[in-house]
């Protein structure tokens, strides 16, 4: 982590648990920014809204890193879009892990990782960048966990699952062991996977069943 200040992109709720990490941290934050003009000057946990997203030019990469406030819902690609604009430019993102979080020393983490109080994540798991890893989510061992994914709160992941990039894993969900979720996928909340998922495939039920 660096000691650069930091904004934090996204004015909502998920910001808020963000901003929580970097308090305890006892980072320096710049502001927030967000979509809706409207919230400039107002604050979210003390921290000012201090514009819409592009206002972030106003600093350069040398100045501040940037903290993906966004989260994934479904088939949503905002995040993505957010951290591929920025990154372009030459902006950083920063990689956040809360105090509570369980992480093993043999869990390679990318840039621009989030992971959430509660998370538990075992030895060989390897996280690609602006993946999410949301509150009280399970990571067992030797899991890939590719680029822009969003595991939410309260998903277990068994050992040796691959999860494509973009993929969506509903709260609750559970991927058996040796599973493969493929790019973009999403699978609904309390969904148990037993098979292996196709690409852009939405799944739900017990066991998973396709609905699109």
Same mark, same amino acid.
């Given at each position: ?44 946990? =003390? ?37 591929? %604009? ?15 979080? !369980?992480?093993?020393?043999? +869990? ?7 992971? &959430?109080?509660?998370?538990?994540? &075992?030895? *060989? !798991? ?8 949301? &509150?009280?989510? +399970? ?8 680029? %822009? !994914? %969003?595991? =939410? ?5 068994? *050992? ?17 062991? #040796? !599973?493969?979720? *493929?790019?973009?996928? +999403?699978?609904?909340? *309390? ?6 998922? /196709?690409?852009? %495939?939405?799944?739900? #039920?017990? /066991? +998973?069943?396709?609905?699109?």
């Amino acid at each position: 982590m660096s000691q650069l200040p930091v904004i934090v992109i996204g004015a909502g709720g998920h910001s808020k648990a963000l901003i929580d990490i970097l308090h305890q941290s006892n980072r320096q934050i710049i502001g927030c920014t967000g979509l809706n003009k409207g919230l400039n000057g107002t604050e979210i946990m =003390s921290e000012a809204v201090i514009g819409i997203d592009e206002d972030i030019y106003k600093y350069t990469p040398r100045e501040v890193r940037l903290v993906n406030g966004l989260v994934t819902i479904g088939t949503s690609n905002r995040r993505k879009e957010i951290y591929d %604009h920025f990154s372009k430019a030459g902006y950083l993102f920063e990689t956040l892990i809360h105090p509570t979080a !369980v992480v093993s020393e043999e +869990v390679g983490i990318a840039q621009g990782v989030l992971i &959430m109080a509660g998370a538990k994540l &075992m030895p *060989g !798991v390897h996280i690609a960048k602006n993946a999410l890893i949301n &509150m009280s989510a +399970v990571v067992d061992h030797d899991c890939n966990i590719g680029s %822009h !994914v %969003h595991i =939410s709160p309260g998903a277990v992941i068994c *050992g040796a699952v691959s999860i494509g990039s973009g993929a969506f894993i509903g709260a609750g969900a559970v991927v058996i062991q #040796g !599973v493969t979720i *493929g790019k973009d996928a +999403v699978i609904g909340a *309390g969904a148990v996977v037993t098979k292996d998922v /196709p690409a852009k %495939h939405r799944m739900v #039920g017990v /066991p +998973v069943r396709r609905i699109g």
